[in-house]
């Protein structure tokens, strides 16, 4: 399965770069490189990982339906803040994720690695929805993301992915920093 997982981690590394452009092309290859990811998380019994790569594949098509269609009338949608009265139903969403899939995983599964599964998957979730409607503030959760999918993935033996989400944590930083100037540019 190295071959996967080398593929998946190119098709990654476009990807983020797409991202950090805030291209609309960051969905093609967020639609290819869950398909690849499917097999390597099965095989690695990371069980919610595969799950949300299910997960990213409606969101990859969502999210370039949603992009392509623009905002209020615009050619394109704007990169924007998180609107403040959207925290806290986020973040209630997140643990509640983040509890479910880790009973799932503890009770339905042989995962050995319950916890960090889980909570990798649920902000994952919250961080997708949040790139769909380009908030800048989807970064930061992605660099949570990243670091601790980074350790998990060199704990499972996976290298190519955890070298991948080290980068991402590096190119998420910036990814914030360059979203956060677009939005002062758009208005």
């Known amino acids: 399965m190295d071959w996967l997982e080398i593929t998946g981690t190119i098709v990654g590394l476009f990807y983020l770069w797409f991202e950090y452009k805030a291209s609309i092309w960051l969905w ?3 639609i290819i490189m869950p398909v690849l990811s499917l097999m390597v998380y099965y095989q690695a019994g990371l069980y919610a990982d595969f799950g949300i790569n299910i997960y990213y594949l409606l969101a990859g098509i969502y999210g370039w339906l949603l992009w392509l269609k623009g905002a209020g009338g615009k050619k394109e949608r704007p990169v924007i803040h998180t609107p403040l009265k959207q ?3 986020l973040t209630a969403v997140s643990i509640l994720l983040f509890l479910g899939i880790a009973w799932v995983l503890i009770r339905f599964t042989d995962s050995t ?4 599964d889980s909570l990798t998957t649920a902000l994952s979730i919250t961080a997708m929805w949040m790139l769909a409607y380009k908030q800048a503030e ?4 992605w660099v949570v993301v990243d670091i601790v999918s980074c350790a998990l993935y060199v704990y499972k033996g996976l290298p190519f992915y955890a070298g991948l989400y080290g980068f991402y944590t ?3 930083f ?3 920093l360059k979203w956060r100037k677009m939005i002062v540019r758009s208005f």
């Not at 690695?113 to 960090?116: R, S």
């Not at 989807?138 to 959760?141: F, S």
């Open 28 to 30: 093609a290859a967020g």
């Open 87 to 89: 925290i806290l139903p």
């Open 113 to 116: 690695v319950p916890w960090l």
């Open 138 to 141: 989807q970064w930061l959760v």
């Open 170 to 172: 590096f190119i998420a």
């Open 174 to 176: 910036f990814g914030y």
